[in-house]
């Protein structure tokens, strides 16, 4: 091997300075190297896969992910756990359905009660109209009672979703048009029922009614908002930050 000029002179330097200070040619002795404290075996918490162990390293997350009762847990050993194929009705729905689903039985002993997915089957109180309140109190020159009724069933059918209630309409309505109905007829229904009490006078359909220039304005809004180009957005960034 040829060693360079710079590694020639620094190796001559180091053997005169050793000679001047009476110190063996030999090179330097090694130094010891330090030994690392063993690391500590942490046994691996019951309830925790080896998968998710390993990623975490054992530490613990800021916040719990799962509840420590849900862990896995051993079952009692008189407990027996089986899963069968049983027959249920929902209180969700009304033609009284009977269907079927795998369903943990324990110890011979098939879970009770309501459908545990009935809870969240929510539904719109839809405010309905005598002959006599609407002649009184809802007529519309731009609105038959026929077309009234059948927004009404629509909107009790499909719980207030206005684009699919538009798309069922029979009539060519707006969806503008048919918010606008439903909500100012149910808003004078519930003046008419209620003429002397304040109560009403922080419902919302009082408190702040539907205004449909508005609503039309502001979609018209957003869609200039979204048909624009990424030379227009970039250009109003500069408007508003330079």
Known sequence: MVLSYGQQHGNASAMDAKDILGLPKNSFPPQEKKSRPPKESQR???????????LTGGLAPLMPAVDSSQLKRRPPPDEKVAWQWLGFTSSARKDNLHLYHWVRV??????????????????????????????KYLTDPRWTKEETDQLF???????????????????????????????SVS????????????????????????????DVE?????????????????????????
Do not use: W
């Open 187 to 214: 808003r004078a229904l519930l003046i008419a029922r209620n003429p002397s009490s304040v109560d009403i006078a922080a419902h919302p359909l009082v408190k702040e009614p539907y205004n449909i220039s508005r």
């Open 106 to 135: 324990v110890n011979g002993v098939p879970p009770t009660g309501d459908y545990s997915f009935a809870k969240y089957n929510k539904s719109v109180d839809i405010t309905r109209y005598t002959d006599e309140e609407y002649e």
């Open 44 to 54: 691996k918490p019951d309830g925790i896969s080896r998968e998710v162990y390993a």
């Open 153 to 183: 069933d629509l909107c009790e059918q499909f719980d207030l979703r206005f684009i699919v209630i538009a798309d069922r309409f029979p009539s060519s309505r707006t969806l503008e048009e048919l918010k606008d109905r439903y909500y």
């Open 218 to 242: 502001r979609k018209r809004a957003m869609s200039l908002v979204l048909s624009q180009t990424r030379q227009q957005e970039q250009r109003d960034e500069e408007v508003l930050y330079y």
